[in-house]
């Protein structure tokens, strides 16, 4: 993540032999647990601060609620801020990480009283032989398959929109030519339209076979 007032190509000194095998011994000995509720409004500093009093915390992952969700609830509440549905914390140690998930899963939250979270319950699993680089895969997996169905609607829904501009051309041309033939004292020209469904159904058929096959091919192509 590009850190705020930073610019220019960030360097990266490449890891001796010594400091990679310290860097792996450290992430072998790292635990992350899961948690499958985050309480509305709890946001990845309050997870940290929390998680914190029980042992070292490394790094913190939420995510965020489906955008479609938030845009709904910005726009019927008076709730602004996002809302993150799940998450996950990383120990420094593992025996830590197994200790405080069975420590405090179904267990409230706590806190002062009168705190906003204090009687929400926490739900949470440690992952055993889970590691950070596995949910940053799976993030990155997520999104660009994300992406390759965004290009699939937009190639849709750009079809779509030719068609019915090529509609409407199409009805103006017939309106002027219907016109004449009125001045003629001859009848309207009509658009044939096929009369069975089964034609109808015949197209769609071959333009759902078409989004798979386009699915996989940018999906082969991005992994």
């Known amino acids: 993540m590009e850190l705020e007032g930073f610019a220019g190509p960030k360097v990266v000194q490449p890891l001796t032999p010594e400091a990679l095998a ?4 450290a992430q072998a000995r790292t635990g992350v647990i899961y948690i499958s509720r985050i309480p509305p409004g709890m946001r990845p500093a309050k997870v940290r601060h929390l998680m914190s009093a029980h042992g070292e915390v490394g790094r913190v992952y939420l995510q965020q609620e489906d955008a479609k969700r938030a845009y ?3 726009k019927y509440t008076s709730t602004k801020k996002p809302h993150f549905t799940e998450g996950w914390v990383e120990f420094k140690d593992k025996t830590v990480a197994r200790s ?4 405090l899963n179904a267990q409230p939250i706590g806190g002062k009283k009168g705190t906003r979270w204090r009687d929400d319950v926490w739900t949470m699993k440690y992952l055993p032989k889970f590691k950070w680089n596995m949910l940053t895969e799976q993030i990155a997996h ?3 398959i994300h992406t390759a169905k965004l290009r ?3 190639a849709q829904s750009k079809t779509e929109q030719h068609d019915y501009l090529k509609n409407v051309e199409l009805a103006r041309v017939l309106d002027k030519r219907n016109e004449k033939r009125k001045e003629k004292g001859l009848g309207p020209v009509e658009l044939k339209r096929p009369a069975e469904s089964s034609k109808e159904e015949e197209p769609r058929k071959r333009l ?8 996989d091919s940018v999906l082969g192509s991005i992994f």
Not at 22 to 25: G, H, R, S, V, Y
């Open 22 to 25: 310290t860097f792996n011994a």
């Open 72 to 74: 709904l609830r910005r």
């Open 100 to 103: 405080v998930a069975e420590m």
């Open 142 to 144: 997520e999104a660009a």
């Open 152 to 154: 699939i609607e937009l």
């Open 208 to 215: 759902k076979h078409t989004d798979d096959t386009q699915l």
